[in-house]
């Protein structure tokens, strides 16, 4: 059985799945450690899968076990306005560089309904002088909604980036649904 050599987690103990949700199909990956990845919707849900593949290598699609089960059920029902912070949601950050770790800690603090800066979380995450280093963090996030870097704004409350298919209308629409109007936060 082959190992990833960054983990030490056998390939074929990586899984997904694809879940229908208010937004569209997303791709949930996990390890034995913990979720792995959300791939947020593609134009379809073949190329969600596809991307979800290519990010998360020897995956191989089952039925989730029953906590994982658990957390995806948690993640659809938030997309359906049955706002959620995620706590206790197991996440693998293993192959996860320690500075973006620290950023993805900090920001699972911020509630649904809130946002951020990027500077702000760059304190928060006890680098204060790294806002755009906590933006590409944000750009490599593997766990968006569970780590919820749609809620990370640039400075005026505007938008800033956001790399998921359909850009910041992606990100405005997950915002609504936790009531959150994009510029006026």
């Known amino acids: 059985m082959p190992l990833d050599p960054d983990t030490l987690i056998p390939t074929s103990a990586r899984s ?5 949700t208010s937004i569209g199909t997303l791709g949930i990956a996990w390890s034995p450690r913990g979720l792995l990845a959300v791939q947020l919707p593609e134009s379809s849900a073949e190329r969600t899968e596809a991307r979800l593949v290519a990010r998360v290598p020897g995956a191989v699609r ?3 076990p029953e906590v994982v089960l658990a ?3 948690r993640v659809v029902a938030h997309l359906s306005g049955e706002l959620d912070d995620f706590a206790g949601v197991r996440i693998d950050l293993e192959r996860v560089p320690p500075f973006a770790r620290a950023v993805y800690s900090a920001l699972r603090k911020v509630r649904p309904g809130r946002t ?6 760059a304190r928060a995450a006890g680098s204060p002088n790294a806002a755009r280093a906590v933006g590409a963090a944000m750009a490599k996030n593997p766990l968006p909604i569970v780590v919820p870097c749609h809620r990370v704004l640039a400075a005026g409350k505007k938008g800033g980036g956001f790399s998921a298919h359909g850009g910041l209308k992606t990100k405005a629409r997950i915002l609504a649904i936790e009531g959150v109007q994009l510029g006026a936060s």
Not at 116 to 121: F, R
């Open 116 to 121: 951020t800066s990027y500077g702000e979380l």
């Open 16 to 20: 997904y799945t694809l879940v229908a």
């Open 62 to 64: 089952r039925r989730p």
């Open 71 to 73: 957390d995806i059920e």
